[in-house]
């Protein structure tokens, strides 16, 4: 599924973020797109941020800015949240029916990651706190989880301070997951802000890659980088600032995961839930692929001997991305459905498949490259896993 | 496309120092290393040589082994390293926190049973009033527990038979609950008695206020009645029959018992563990007889050398694990405490084998005559006429005289076993204890001497069993999940159950 279309647009100045409507509204409409058919001449359209058309109209004087000419328009639909480049590069941003709503906050990052979905950009971003703030401002109040990334988001600084402020006291139900290195965490100072924050509903989802700096480092691309994740993690320890540690699975670090996850242990004792995770190929996996690539059912033995490390000490441990048919039967009651929606699929082996349901399916980037273990499981094989 | 740095670009430079370490050569001819923090690794004689002497390199995954645990400090990220030893070294001595923690209450020296073993020096049942505490000292004594910094506190009734004078064990729920009122600790309540005078309302009492039961329990009727005897009276049945109504009245969990090792226990250490399985108990605390009280003059009668009890021991554990990997869960506590140690970060409290000692950091006694002592052990010194280890009195002393006077300093001495000839370079010192208590009561001397200790001796052999199980556990699942449901007191059974944390 693509978030994104292309479309022409006029009278666009700055990035605009607006929800879109299909029925003309009265108060507020600065807050969204009106959805249009067919451009009608008797259409009242002062104040809103925007009109969205099929084709743009021809317009002798300019007043709200027209967005038109849609290579995807079914993907436009009432109650969603889109932004829309001056060029008129729309995306949509949020779909109030998505468990993966995300807020995108920044394409820079301090880490170049070997196996980086989504290779950081230059992007000047400080300008964009602005629309992030407004994109809190539309969420709907019921919402349960919002993902913040990049980029590194905490490389916005005190900007990121004031949309984690703006998005507690807006969405006071809400829960916010971050995807952060943790390495501006080091800052024991930055910390304490964040914690100061009332209510605070945050876990911050944290890389540990190795439990040797040079080897964590290697992979991050960044000398120092060990050494401030793992300041920041304490820091984050300190406060009381709840932390998922994230591993992703390659041919880096599949061969020291045991002792990774007894440093873990060790000296993280304090984190709340730890995440193993297959390779998305996306991004500069592409490019370093023979030094990633270990096909899962390769490293059953070593997933399985640090899921039950971490599991027999009273570690919360996951298993992201990676396919039923590819794990030890044990290790399926710790597989977790967690390709986002928009990036999921099934291959057409799957379809005869009788755990399809419980499935985390396969990144859409997966469905020429993937492990050659997928197969289809059996009614028996999904007996056999409910029952560990 | 971004250029990416080779490997070699972030490798240390050849060369490291060492980061303070302890070994020992272990009979398959390997070494076990130790560190500060209680992390060990097993090397083979090949890279143990190569490490000490400063030639083990990068290419080997026991460098990186040796770095990831601080054993080893190369040029990459020497910041790092050190700040992960220092918070780890703070963690496991975190037992320090918040003072003496465990406050021990002899509120009556007199005893129903009459134990051949009794190393309190206990008094006989129809001892007079003296043999009790007055109503001054137990208050005073409260009062000097609530003064105490912990957040939170054991209060402990011991004997003599605590039940004899349930009144003051009353009297001290009351008046702690009502003095803490103001102060606001959390005290855990247990009372040690030998459950023979159990009735209904103590047992509402227990419920009420929480209090937990801990008992004696030697083994099956014979071995039990031998070892406690009870004048015209079947000792084994009352207390198994108590037991089982504490059970039911505070919940299994609520009831724990510990037994003592005579020289007629030694014939039956499986008979000993079917007995507390019969009862529902989820562990045994296996003790060997304490050089203290009657102990001492019926030695004849009672004693063993260390070599028989470490052979009892080791036949005891080995029935305990054989249970377990039958499905039924079921731990020795001594062994569940070291592996604690060896395989968590986390700090033990365990008064009877820690560094400092335990003895008034991290207990302390308060006499039924008022006298204060470092340890139960210190007081049970004290009934065999010798006072060494009395702190001060809880009406002529106050609180700063009793824990900062003359006889806490001469413990503080010698209470770091980091700084005993004969511990401080032992492999096991870091999950051992300094005991000068001990040490005086056996070898007339504080410091103590290592090579005829046979606390020493006791808890290396225990420790290298201990070790042998952790190593063999790294290659057997179901040992793994064994040791792990112990020391995470979980049930055995469901150890793989994903949903199955708490």
Redesign the interface.
Known sequence: MKLHTKASAVGINNRLVAKITNTPIAEKREDYFLIVEDVDSDLDCTGYAGILTKRLPELNKIMTPWIGGFDNMELLKPGYIISVEQNGFTHVIYRPESHNNTLFVTGRCNN?C?MCPQ?PTDSEDLGWIESHLRFIDLLDADLERLCITGGEPTLLGNGLVDILKKATIRLPSTEFYMLTNGRQFAEEGYVQKIAAIPDLKLLCAIPVYS?????H??IV?A??A??ET??GL?NLARYQLPVEIRIVLHKQTIP?LL?LVE?I???F?FVNHVALMGLENMG?VK??WEQLWIDPVDYQDELEAAV?YL????M?VSIFNLQLCILNP?LH??ARQSISDFKKIFLDQCNSCASQDSCAGLFKSSETRHSRGIKPLTTEDRTNSLA? | ??N????G????KPGYQFLPFDFTRLESGEYLIVNL?G?HLILSKAAFDAFTKKQIT?DF?QY??L???QFLLDS??K??SE??LA??YRTKKAFLDGFTKLHIFVTTIRCNQACQYCQVSRHNETAGEGSDMSLEVLHKSIDLMLQNPAPAVTMEFQGGESLLRFDLVKEGVRYSKEQNKTIGKQIEYVICTNLTLLTDEYLAFCEEHGVQISTSLDGPADLHNKNRPIASADAYTIVTRNIRRAQEALGTSAVSALMTTSRESLKYPKEIVDEYLALGLRSIFVRELNPFGFAIKARQAVGYSITEFISFYKEMLSYILKVNREGQTFSESYASLLLTKIL???PVGFVDLQSPAGAGLGVVVYNYDGDVYASDESRMLAEMEDTSFRLGNVIDNSYEEIFFGETMQNIALVNCNEALAGCSDCAYHIYCGADPVRNYATQRDFYGHRPTSDFCKKNMFILKYVFELVTAAKHD?SL??IL?AWI?RRDVNQ??D??Y??
């Not at chain 1, 439990?211 to 080897?215: H, K, R, T």
């Not at chain 2, 990416?4 to 490997?7: G, Y």
């Not at chain 2, 670009?9 to 240390?12: E, M, S, T, V, Y």
């Open positions: 170049n070997i290779p439990d040797v700096a040079p080897l480092d290697h691309q000398k120092g060990f050494a793992v300041k304490h020291r002792p440093f242990y060790r000296n004792p500069y490019n370093n039950r599991h027999y000490r009273q919360a044990s009651p710790f560990n | 496309m971004a990416f740095l080779p490997l670009a972030f490798l240390p923090s992390e990068t995954d990186w082994n770095k990831a645990k990459y990220d910041e790092t700040g992960l918070s780890k968590t970060p986390w699942t793994d999940r792990w995470t150890m793989d994903p949903g944390c708490n």
